[in-house]
Nanobody
Framework: QVQLVESGGGSVQPGGSLRLSCAATGFTMAYHAIGWFRQAPGKEREGVACTGTTDGNVHYADSVKGRFTISRDNAKNTVYLQMNTLKPEDTAVYYC??????????????????WGKGTPVTVSS
């Protein structure tokens, strides 16, 4: 059974850090492009970061460049999103998604039906 499970969300003060995890079962993440998305209340889902299956195929939204880092641990079949210098505008539910293609993209419609259920992140003082 194909499943993606996000974890690591929580509440943090501005300037703080969190590391989100996206663990997969039922398929091998190393052969899939993986994207992280977020959706704030009343807003559309937006792409945050993604990683393809080849080195160097990584993309970030302009709003998170220099603060967020996406990485893979193929041995654990997990993709991480390290989030530093968090801002209140980073508050959202964060989702991961998988696509069987080699290249990644920051478009939600690129990822079909392989989505996790999300983990909430709140950045507030």
């Amino acid at each position: 059974q194909v499943q993606l499970v996000e974890s690591g969300g929580g509440s943090v003060q501005p300037g703080g850090s969190l590391r989100l995890s996206c663990a997969a079962t039922g398929f091998t993440m190393a052969y899939h492009a993986i994207g992280w998305f977020r959706q704030a209340p009343g807003k559309e889902r937006e792409g945050v970061a993604c990683t393809g299956t080849t080195d160097g195929n990584v993309h970030y939204a302009d709003s998170v460049k220099g603060r967020f880092t996406i990485s893979r641990d193929n041995a654990k079949n997990t993709v991480y999103l390290q989030m530093n210098t968090l801002k209140p505008e980073d508050t959202a539910v964060y989702y991961c998604a998988a696509n069987g293609l080699r290249q990644c993209a920051l478009r939600a419609d690129y990822y079909g039906s392989y989505w996790g259920k999300g983990t909430p992140v709140t950045v507030s003082s």
